[in-house]
C-alpha cells in the first residue's frame, strides 16, 4: 500500500470520528438544555400583602447608651517635692477636701520662718524710724515700710507654696488610679491620682433627626438595665445637643441617680424606652415588608398583579410597624411576606387569609 492511500484512508477515520464527535456533543447539549429549569413566562410568587389605610399611630422608640461619671478629674500635683505620705490606694472612697496626699515642705517652712523673721525686725525699723525726732529723712522710713511690705508678701507666696504641697480631693468621689508612692518626687503638673463621682451618672444615646423633638430639657425618663432588668431608674434629661453628627444624630444626656441597692457603675449600658400617640393619622407598614436598609428603606408595591420596589421615608417605630413619611399613599397594596423569591417585575398572587 503506498503513502497516498494511507493518507486518504487517515482522512476518512479523522473524519469519522469528527462526525461522531459532533453527533455526541449535540446529543450532550440536548440533555443539558432539557434540565435546565425554564420559568415558566405565566407562573406567579404567592406572597402575603396589605393594604394601607391611615391611621393614629403609636411609636414605641428605644435608645442603647452607656453611663459616664457624673464627674472625672485627673489630681495633678501643683508644687515640687518629695511624697511623705499617702491616704488613697485604688478604689479609696474620698470626700472633697480629703488629702491625697503630702509633699515634703521642710525648705519652705524654714523660709517661712526666716521671712517672718526679717519681717519683725523690718516692722521694729520701721516704727523706730517713725518715732525719732531727728536726723531721718522721709525716704529712709519710705524703704523701711516698703521692705516690710515685700517681707509680707514673700510670706503670703511662701504660705500658699506650703498649701500647695498638701494634695487634696477637688471633689467626692472613687479614686480610680493611683501614679505615685510615698517616697517618689513630684513636680508641678505630675499626674497623682483619677477619681470619679458616680453618685450620679450620665447616660449619654443618640437620637435621629426625626426624633429628637421627642426630647425636651428637664423630661423625666425611665431607665433600665440589662444588669437589672426588672428596675427601672429615674433619668432627666439635662443636655440635648445643638449640632448632629455626621450621620444626623443628636446627643442627649440624661442624669440618673446612683442606686444604693442596685448600684450603676460607668461604662454599663441603658436604655430609655419613649412610647407615644401620634393623633394625625398616618400611613404604616409592618416591619416584614421592609427591604433595604434603615438608610435606604424600600418596599415591593403590588400593581396589576406585579411587585415594584419603592423608596419610602420612615418615621417612629413600634414593636411591629414602622410609620411611613413618604413614598406610599392610603390603598396602596404592599407585600408582607414571600419577599424571598422577589425581584423587581416579579408577578405574584395574593393569598387569601
Known amino acids: 500500500m503506498n503513502n497516498a492511500v494511507r493518507l486518504i484512508i487517515f482522512a476518512i477515520v479523522v473524519a469519522g470520528l469528527a462526525v461522531l464527535a459532533f453527533f455526541k456533543l449535540r446529543s450532550n447539549q440536548k440533555e443539558v438544555e432539557a434540565n435546565i429549569y425554564k420559568k415558566d413566562p405565566n407562573a406567579t410568587t404567592l406572597i402575603q400583602a396589605e393594604q394601607l389605610q391611615p391611621a393614629p399611630f403609636e411609636y414605641r422608640n428605644t435608645y442603647l447608651g452607656s453611663f459616664s461619671p457624673n464627674k472625672e478629674a485627673i489630681i495633678a500635683s501643683e508644687s515640687s517635692g518629695r511624697v511623705i505620705r499617702t491616704n488613697i490606694e485604688e478604689g479609696t472612697y474620698v470626700t472633697a477636701g480629703s488629702v491625697i496626699a503630702q509633699l515634703d515642705t521642710d525648705i519652705l517652712t524654714n523660709q517661712l520662718k526666716s521671712a517672718e523673721a526679717n519681717l519683725a525686725l523690718a516692722e521694729k525699723t520701721a516704727s523706730r524710724l517713725q518715732a525719732a525726732a531727728v536726723g531721718v529723712t522721709e525716704v529712709q522710713i519710705d524703704n523701711a515700710n516698703t521692705q516690710a511690705v515685700n517681707l509680707k508678701y514673700q510670706i503670703e507666696l511662701l504660705k500658699k507654696q506650703i498649701s500647695m504641697t498638701t494634695i487634696k ?9 493611683k501614679y505615685f508612692e510615698t517616697g517618689s518626687l513630684a513636680g508641678p503638673g505630675a499626674q497623682m491620682a483619677t477619681i470619679i463621682d458616680i453618685s450620679q451618672l450620665k447616660l449619654e444615646i443618640n437620637v435621629p433627626e426625626k426624633e429628637i423633638t421627642q426630647f425636651t430639657k428637664g423630661m423625666k425618663l425611665n431607665v433600665k438595665t440589662e444588669i437589672y432588668p426588672d428596675v427601672s431608674f429615674p433619668g432627666t434629661v439635662w443636655l440635648i445637643a445643638s449640632k448632629a453628627d455626621a450621620s444626623r444624630n443628636y446627643t442627649v444626656k440624661i442624669t440618673v441617680p446612683n442606686n444604693g441597692k442596685h448600684p450603676l457603675k460607668a461604662g454599663m449600658y441603658g436604655t430609655v424606652e419613649l412610647t407615644g400617640n401620634d393623633s394625625k393619622e398616618s400611613i404604616s407598614i409592618p416591619r416584614t415588608a421592609l427591604i433595604g436598609s434603615n438608610k435606604n428603606p424600600e418596599v415591593y408595591i403590588v400593581k396589576d398583579g406585579i411587585v415594584q420596589r419603592q423608596a419610602i421615608t420612615l418615621g417612629a417605630s413600634n414593636e411591629t410597624r414602622l410609620q411611613v413619611l413618604s413614598g406610599l399613599n392610603a390603598g396602596d397594596v404592599i407585600a408582607t ?9 416579579t408577578k405574584v398572587t395574593i393569598a387569601q387569609n
Open 169 to 177: 480631693a477637688p471633689f467626692s468621689g472613687i479614686i480610680t488610679g
Open 337 to 345: 411576606g414571600g419577599l424571598v423569591n422577589l425581584t423587581d417585575g
